[in-house]
Each structure stands twice: as C-alpha cells, then as structure tokens.
Antibody
Framework: EVQLVESGGGLVQPGRSVRLSCAAS????????MHWVRQAPGKGLEWVSS????????DYADSVKGRFTISRDNANNALYLQMNSLRAEDTAFYHC??????????????WGQGTLVTVSS | QSALTQPASVSGSPGQSITVSCTGT?????????VSWYQQHPGKAPKLIIY???KRPSGVSDRFSGSKSGNTASLTISGLQTEDEAVYHC???????????FGGGTKLTVL
C-alpha cells in the first residue's frame, strides 16, 4: 500500500525556520516526481514546490521562491521541504503528493494527510 | 501565477448531472498543459479523479468525466450520489513555465 506521511509541523515564530519531512512507503520513490501543496484552514489548495525523480527539475511558487528549498533522498524514501524566513501567510497544512510521472505533471495520485505549520508570535 | 477560476458552489439532486467549469487553463508559452481534477471531502486529503483533461485513474467511477474547450476545462458528474458531496479543485500544470496552479475550489451540494 502506498503511504505518504508528513512530519515536522508545529508552531513557529515569524522569521524562523522549519524543515518538513515526508516518509514514503509502498513504492519506489525514484520512479516519481514529488510535490508539496499547502492548504490554509478553510481555503483552497496552493502549489508550493515540485521536484523531478532525480532532482534535475525543481520548481517553486513565486510566493515561496528564495525562502523554501525542496529536496529528496531516494535511497531513504524521503522528501523534504526546508522553510526559512517564515511569514504568517505560510500558515497551512502542508501535503506531500506523488505525481503519476517521473517528471512533474500535476497529476498526483497519492497524497499525505498533511502536517500543520502555524506561523505566529 | 494566476489562479484558475471556478464557481464557488454548485448543487444537484441525486441522479442528476452537474458540470463544474474551470477557466484559465490555456497558456501562451507554447508548453503542454496538463489539466487535473481533485475531489476533497472534509478533513481528508485530495483525491485525483481526472488527469490529462479527460483520463480517469484506476478505481474512479466512470460517472466522472472531463473535457476542455479553449481556455475552459470542465468536470461533469453524472448520476449524482450523496457521497459525491465534496469540494472539487481543478488544476493545470504547464510544462514550459513549470508552474502548477489551482482553482479556488467548487463545493458540490447534493440536495
């Protein structure tokens, strides 16, 4: 069974950093592109960042470019999101999602339940 | 990275058909655009129901269908069932600009 489990969320002060992790199981991570998508409570989905199967193609939303860094460790079946200079508007549930393809296409057939990041003083 | 435009809500009765529109899915950068639709029940993660405009993942009911005309993609749900009540998100990923955008979501109420 395919599983994606996020961790690392919590309450963090504005301007500080946090690193999210996504543990993948039930499939071979290096066969797929991966994404981070966030959802503020009661709001819609917002794409954050994407990474191709071999980390050769990495993309970011304008709202996080220069502050967030996506990475992956295929050998250990893990996806990461390093989040720096956090702002109140970054408060959201952060989901990792598996693309159907090895390059990004936005067709994600498996999602984690998400980890909540709350940015507040 | 402009968001796509969806109606905030739609409704229908059991057995009826409804269509959700999604405007803004065409890009002028010459790249290929992948259109997907997601279903999300309260407190749950999104579920992929349509990808590549009109393809259904394995296990998704054939009551769900997708299409695209010009700048607007559409999701049609036929034979509405109470369990279809959820929020539906459209999205498009453009290969040239490598940007993935979502619509604001449409809440479907099955009366």
């Amino acid at each position: 069974e395919v599983q994606l489990v996020e961790s690392g969320g919590g309450l963090v002060q504005p301007g500080r950093s946090v690193r999210l992790s996504c543990a993948a199981s039930g499939f071979t991570l290096n066969d797929y592109a991966m994404h981070w998508v966030r959802q503020a409570p009661g709001k819609g989905l917002e794409w954050v960042s994407s990474i191709s199967w071999n980390s050769g193609n990495i993309d970011y939303a304008d709202s996080v470019k220069g502050r967030f860094t996506i990475s992956r460790d295929n050998a250990n079946n893990a996806l990461y999101l390093q989040m720096n200079s956090l702002r109140a508007e970054d408060t959201a549930f952060y989901h990792c999602a598996r693309d159907r393809r090895w390059l990004q296409s936005g067709a994600c057939d498996n999602w984690g339940q998400g980890t909540l990041v709350t940015v507040s003083s | 990275q402009s968001a796509l435009t969806q109606p905030a809500s739609v409704s229908g009765s059991p057995g009826q058909s409804i269509t959700v529109s999604c405007t803004g899915t065409s890009r002028d950068d010459g790249g290929y655009t992948y259109v997907s639709w997601y279903q999300q029940h309260p407190g749950k993660a999104p579920k992929l129901i349509i990808y590549d405009v009109s393809k259904r993942p394995s296990g998704v009911s054939d009551r769900f269908s997708g299409s695209k005309s010009g700048n607007t993609a559409s999701l049609t749900i036929s034979g509405l069932q109470t369990e279809d009540e959820a929020v539906y998100h459209c999205s498009s990923y453009t290969s040239r600009s490598s940007v993935w955008v979502f619509g604001g979501g449409t809440k479907l109420t099955v009366l």
